[in-house]
């Protein structure tokens, strides 16, 4: 199977303590089963692990109906985030003691009849650093991955055609259009989508209703907006969209959401470009992260987002 990724993917390394906004921090961690497994084997074994550590694993370990989590102390941290930034599980135990939910963050992955597609998540700041920062448009790179080609229908095989083209030509058009409005004008045209008038400030009073993750996204939100439209679009504003559309679109094969991601890449990307300060692209790539966190890295609110852009 065809193994397909953005030509900064293989970049990306977690800045681990030089991060500001610790993926360690602020959100459930949940344990997969093999891991916990493991877990459960280290507690019961003479491995050579303080017995500290041991305490400390086996009571943050809470198990429930839905699987485990490890519970969080103090200020939403994880139990093995370190003062000095670094997890306590990789420093005794090496990167492979990580859950699955650690070691593949801030990876995200699609499926395709014969391809996988893999990117890094805009949530965490060097990945958006990549993702957003670059002077040049994102490329794909392919490579033969080691996975088998699952079965397949025709059907199938053309839905994922589909949407791939689609995209393809969306991110020629990102590339090739010189202003924000022909852009824009030009992706909602080939979802059929009406353009109707987008107003910021009441897409950020719709943003402000919606599950929080971090209090400062409030004052983010809070800010003034300036519509901007006929000026050149800067790389950053042009890399914001391709990820969006890469990340977003193929989701369209189950929800039939097609319209409403295309809608969410556009209008979101244009609300950020809004919110943001004249020229500073390191003012662009911090709100578009917590943008990411707050909103594409909560389901409920994903979700309620595409509704908010469903034609009546
Ligand atoms: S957010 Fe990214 S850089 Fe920061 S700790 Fe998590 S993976 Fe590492």
């Not at 093999?34 to 550590?53: H, I, M, N, R, V």
């Not at 597609?117 to 965490?124: A, N, S």
């Not at 943001?276 to 389901?299: G, P, Q, V």
Request: glycine fraction near 4%.
């Amino acid at each position: 199977m065809k193994h397909i990724f953005p030509d900064y993917y293989k970049a990306f390394h977690c800045i681990a303590d030089r991060c500001r906004h610790s993926c360690c921090i602020g959100w459930e961690i949940g344990v997969d089963e093999e891991t916990l497994a493991f877990y459960d084997g280290l507690l019961q074994s003479d491995a050579p692990l303080s017995a500290k550590l041991k305490n400390k694993l086996a009571s943050s370990l809470c198990r429930g109906e839905e699987g485990a989590t490890f519970s969080l102390c103090e200020g939403d941290r994880c139990p093995f985030l370190q003062q000095d930034g670094l997890c306590e599980l990789i420093c005794h135990l090496g990167e492979g003691a990580l859950c699955q939910i650690c070691s593949d963050h801030p990876r995200f992955y699609h499926f395709f009849c014969d391809r996988k597609e893999t990117g890094i998540g805009l949530c965490c700041e060097e990945a958006a650093r990549l993702i957003l920062l670059q002077k040049t448009p994102m490329t794909l790179l392919e490579e033969e991955g080691s996975e088998e080609e699952e079965s397949f229908d025709e059907q199938e095989r053309q839905e994922d055609e589909a949407i791939i083209a689609l995209r393809d030509q969306m991110f020629s058009l990102i590339e090739e259009t010189e202003d924000w409005q022909t852009c824009e004008n030009g992706l909602l045209s080939l979802v059929s989508a009406q353009n109707t008038p987008f107003a910021p400030e009441e897409y950020a009073r719709f943003l402000k209703d919606l599950e929080r993750l971090d209090p400062a996204w409030d004052d983010l939100l809070a800010r003034p907006v300036f519509e901007k439209g006929k000026e050149t679009i800067q790389q950053p504003v042009r890399r914001l969209l391709t990820y969006f559309l890469f990340r977003h679109l193929p989701d369209a094969r189950y929800d039939g959401k097609l319209t409403e991601r295309v809608c969410f890449a556009v209008f979101s990307a244009k609300f950020l470009l809004a919110l943001s300060k004249e020229d500073d692209t390191e003012d662009f790539c911090n709100l578009a992260r917590a943008f990411s966190a707050e909103i594409e890295y909560s389901d409920e609110n994903l979700s309620a987002v595409l509704s908010y852009f469903t034609a009546d």
